[in-house]
């Protein structure tokens, strides 16, 4: 059972088959050459769908899995782990990046700090992501980093859409829903 809010806001159980969670993390795995050399900071609500991937999807593919103090929302000790720990796959929904990244406008070695990981894939999905931020991932990450933007009904194991942003057109309100 894996707890949504899906359209309604209001929280619910969803049952999703072991296997389709299993399809699911392979397919990312297999999509995104997520592998032994691999580590993702566990950032997700143990009881949120995108934590499915961080505690299985990395894990099935020999990476490693770096969790956080619990409850513990502060992007400083985010960046230390993500440094610490080499992390290259971040997966959590688009606010929680954002608070990553406005953490670092106010701090220029933050910032170069940040520019150093070896962060390669970026997941976002669970809520509105923000024009910005795949734009200053780049400006802050370079070419290394791909962002995907991801979506689907948690009953459809979990994603059932991705978007790889590559740019941001010009005249987009949103980023496109599914690729």
């Not at 000790?77 to 440094?83: F, G």
């Not at 688009?94 to 933050?110: H, I, K, Q, Y």
Request: proline content about 7%; hydrophobic content about 45%; charged content about 15%.
């Amino acid at each position: 059972i894996i707890f949504t809010s899906g359209s309604t806001g209001d929280p619910k159980g969803v049952a999703i088959s072991h296997r389709g969670a299993s399809n699911t993390c392979k397919d990312i795995n297999q999509r995104w050459s997520v592998g032994a050399d691999d580590a993702v900071l566990a950032l997700a609500a143990l009881s949120f769908d995108l934590s499915v991937y961080d505690l299985f999807g990395v894990l099935a593919a020999g990476g490693s899995l770096v969790m956080p103090n619990p409850g513990s929302p502060d992007p400083e000790e985010w960046l230390k782990l993500l440094e610490e720990h080499r992390v290259t796959v971040w997966n959590t929904a688009p606010p929680v990046m954002v608070a990553l990244l406005e953490s670092l406008r106010a701090d220029g070695a933050a910032r170069a700090r940040f520019a150093a990981l070896p962060l390669r894939l970026v997941m976002l999905s669970g809520d509105f992501c923000p024009l910005w931020v795949p734009t200053q991932l780049r400006e802050l990450l370079g070419a290394q980093v791909e962002v995907f933007t991801l979506g689907g009904a948690t009953e459809a194991s979990i994603w059932s859409c991705w978007y790889h942003v590559q740019q941001i057109e010009p005249g987009w309100r949103s980023i496109p829903y599914g690729g």
